[in-house]
């Protein structure tokens, strides 16, 4: 069964981004999918060709013979970092030329999450060729664009207010990455609980594992020892 509270809408990711990089939110989503740094999933995806073959080994000789594209539907994919284009950014909903791919036009529409586009091939001794991509229902994920967002919206202090340390660890991104699991998995369900901290410390050791790091455990307790602090914090503003 899917999980959506994994996945955010179009509309949901932009406004998460805009805090950061203002009118530019969509720009960046759209180039961090092209590069293949944000997993985009279309709810229903949908591939039609026209005119369009494709080369294929016989099996017994060394020859090859064209074969018809298949359209394709697919529930619940992941779309490719070829299917985005930056002009997917400011596009409209009814298409426009994509200046940077010779024949291809392209939509968005953030509100309902609905992306795709149409390439045209014009060869000079035959009809002519497309092939079109059309995404639905597209959701981001959330922890990759938590990511991308920044300690600016994680509601705790930020590592650039941390005192000078001489390591080269990136706190930075381990303080949000810490807050987007913990507004998500509840790290840690009991903030005032013996050990509470050293939950932290176990989670901040593991994250940093994961990216071929490892701080020392006194480097990692006096900022474990800090998130627990700002949550303190937040949780009793809260009961007030």
């Known amino acids: 069964m899917m999980d959506w509270e994994n996945w955010l809408t179009p509309l949901a990711a932009v406004e998460l981004l805009e805090p950061r990089y203002g009118k530019d939110a969509k720009r960046v989503i759209?180039?961090?999918?092209?590069?293949?740094?944000?997993?985009?999933?279309?709810?229903?995806?949908?591939?039609?060709?026209?005119?369009?073959?494709?080369?294929?080994w016989d099996g017994e000789y060394e020859r090859y013979f064209e074969v018809p594209c298949d359209d394709t539907r697919h529930e619940l994919r992941i779309l490719p970092s070829t299917f985005w284009s930056k002009a997917m950014a400011d596009a409209p909903a009814e298409g426009c030329d994509d200046q940077d791919g010779f024949g291809r036009t392209v939509y968005a529409d953030w509100e309902?999450?609905?992306?795709?586009?149409?390439?045209?091939y014009c060869p000079s001794d035959a009809p002519e060729q497309?092939?079109?991509?059309?995404?639905a229902g597209v959701h981001f994920n959330r922890k990759q664009i938590q990511l991308v967002a920044g300690p600016a919206r994680t509601g705790f202090q930020t590592?650039?207010?941390l005192p000078p340390s001489r390591n080269k660890y990136d706190w930075e991104a381990a303080i949000a990455a810490f807050g987007g699991a913990q507004n998500k998995l509840d790290v840690v369900p009991d903030l005032y609980a013996h050990g509470a901290q050293a939950e932290i410390e176990r989670w901040l050791s593991a994250w940093f594992e994961a990216?071929?790091?490892?701080?020392?455990?006194?480097?990692?307790?006096?900022?474990?020892?800090?998130i627990l602090r700002e949550y303190q914090k937040a949780d009793g503003a809260n009961l007030r």
């Open 112 to 120: 309902i999450g609905d992306f795709g586009f149409k390439q045209v």
């Open 159 to 161: 590592a650039r207010e």
């Open 130 to 135: 497309w092939d079109r991509s059309e995404a």
């Open 211 to 226: 990216r071929g790091e490892n701080p020392a455990e006194p480097t990692i307790r006096p900022k474990a020892a800090l």
């Open 30 to 56: 759209v180039t961090r999918c092209e590069r293949g740094l944000l997993d985009g999933l279309a709810t229903i995806l949908v591939n039609t060709f026209h005119n369009r073959t494709e080369a294929q």
